[in-house]
Each structure stands twice: as C-alpha cells, then as structure tokens.
C-alpha cells in the first residue's frame, strides 16, 4: 500500500535513570532530506539515528528531535574548588578583623560563591544511551509510519475515484469518435453536392477523403494506450514500498496521451470532455507530490 511522505511520530519512556522523548516529522520532498535536533553531548545519536530512519523512509524532508534528560541523581557529580573556597574564607575573615567586624562565617555563606562548586554528569556508556534511545526511536518511528500509511489510503482512496472518472470520460470519447467520423462524411457530401450541383458524385472519391480524415482523427490507439495506463496506475498502487517516481511518469503519459486526442479532436464534445480528463489528471498529479 502507498504511503504519504507526510507524517509525525513521538515516543517517550523513562530508561535507566534517563527521561528520553523522540519526535520525527516529515513533509513531501524530492529526494531523502535528514536534519536533526540533538544536545551536543549527544551529538554521536545523530548518524545512528539517520540511519534508523532511512530504514523506513525513501524520500521525504525528516525532521528528528531527541532529548535525553537526566532523573538519575547519581550521575551527577558536583566538585569543589577547595583552593578558591579557602580565598574567599581567608578574605572574609581579614575583612572582619580589619573593619572589627563579628566573624559569623556559615557555610551558607559560601553557599553563595557559585564559582566553588562545579556540577557535571558522569561519563556515560554511549552503547548503553544508544540502546535506551534506540526503544523510543523504534516507538516513535511506529507512530509516523503508521500515519504515513493511514495518509496514504486516503490518497489511494482519493486517486482511484480520479481513475475511474478518467476511465468513464475516455469511454465517452471511444462511443463519440464513431459519430464524429459519420458527421464528417455527412458533411462532406452534403459540400460537394452543394458544388457540384446536379452532377454526379463519385461515391468512391467521398469514402476516401472520408477514410484519409477518420485516420486523422482516429483516437483509438490513444484511447487504448490511455486505458493501458490506468491499469498500470491501479497496479501500482496496490505495491508496497516507494511509488511516486512511478506514478509521476506514468501521469506524464497519460497527459501526452490526452494532448493528442485533445488536438485530433473535431467535436465540440470530444474536446470538453478532454478538458475535463485533464483537469481529473492535474489533481492526480498534485496529489501524487506527496507520495513517497
């Protein structure tokens, strides 16, 4: 079954003392297109992450967001600048005695010198991150694919009422050729009897210049290759994986099959119906834009 390129995915889980959330989204792009939102610290996630994406996604402009916090008190370590913290005792007391002041140093106030205490996590296992990062990924990736492909049946659904519109329009044409060709030869005739007056028509001569115009206006083969590719349209869409190269040609004939109906046609009916073909396919084709 097809699926959209537009979709939107998030997971989020607490693992091994860690708060992780993953969001990805995507909208319709040529070519596979990756960019990503990640804490530098956590930069070596990114090409990991790629990776686990592109295993699902063919084309597309991905968009991926990985925050990775920290509930685990453990993992932090806090140090003290033991050297700065006796300056800034050893500055406060001669301050004290200098200006005859009460020496009433607490510890809270050295509490107060953010500069002493230095807070940082402790180093991490980046095997143990990837995989605690990895569960949620594959969440989350779930969720997007699983819009991709809901998306995707409502465009299926939508592309095939379009077929079958085109196909009951091309069998419009198909029952009025016969009747343009008829009308044409009635037209002659009635010409060259109009100009040659009481003469005798050579009925030979108007079957062949009628034969010589059918060729020219005859949209059989068009009809029948135009047919051929709905087929091959419905077929598609019915495939697993990425469609919408396919799809795109097979639109670009199907558009050239109608130029050239369009331009043999010599009825007024012919030539609206054919209006009316193209403007179906036009809407196909914008839809298919977002097929990946």
């Not at 990756?34 to 090409?47: A, D, N, Q, T």
């Not at 592109?54 to 685990?72: H, I, N, P, Y």
């Not at 990425?242 to 130029?259: A, T, Y």
Request: aromatic share 6%.
């Amino acid at each position: 079954m097809i699926r959209s390129m537009t979709g939107y995915g998030r997971a989020q889980a607490q693992i091994d003392g860690r708060e992780i959330t993953v969001e990805i989204k995507a909208v319709n792009h040529r070519f596979f297109e990756f960019s990503s939102r990640i804490p530098r610290s956590y930069g070596y996630l990114e090409e990991k992450v790629k990776g686990e994406v592109q295993k699902w996604v063919s084309r597309g402009k991905v968009d991926a967001g990985v925050t990775v916090l920290s509930v685990d008190t453990g993992s932090t370590l806090v140090e003290v600048n033991r050297e700065l913290a006796g300056a800034y005792v050893g500055a406060l007391r001669d301050l004290a005695q200098e200006f005859g002041l009460e020496d009433d140093l607490r510890l809270s106030h050295l509490a107060q010198f953010s500069d002493i205490f230095t807070v940082r996590r402790a180093p991490e296992d980046e095997d143990a991150v990837w995989a605690a990062v990895k569960t949620v990924l594959d969440d989350a990736i779930g969720n997007f694919v699983a819009m991709r492909q809901r998306e995707g049946e409502q465009l299926c659904s939508d592309l095939q009422g379009r077929l079958e519109s085109i196909a009951q329009m091309v069998e419009v044409v198909e029952a009025q050729s016969p009747q343009t060709e008829a009308a044409y030869r009635e037209r002659l005739t009635a010409k060259i009897q109009e100009v040659l007056a009481d003469r005798q028509l050579d009925e030979a001569r108007i079957i062949t210049e009628a034969a010589i115009f059918a060729d020219r206006i005859a949209v059989a083969e068009e009809t029948v290759r135009l047919r051929s590719h709905i087929g091959q349209f419905k077929e598609i869409l019915r495939m697993d994986g990425p469609v919408g190269r396919k799809l795109d040609f097979l639109v670009q004939e199907m558009n050239r099959e109608m130029n050239t109906i369009g331009s043999k046609a010599q009825d007024v009916q012919i030539a609206q119906v054919v209006v009316n073909m193209k403007s179906e396919l036009e809407k196909i084709r914008e839809q298919i834009q977002n097929i990946e």
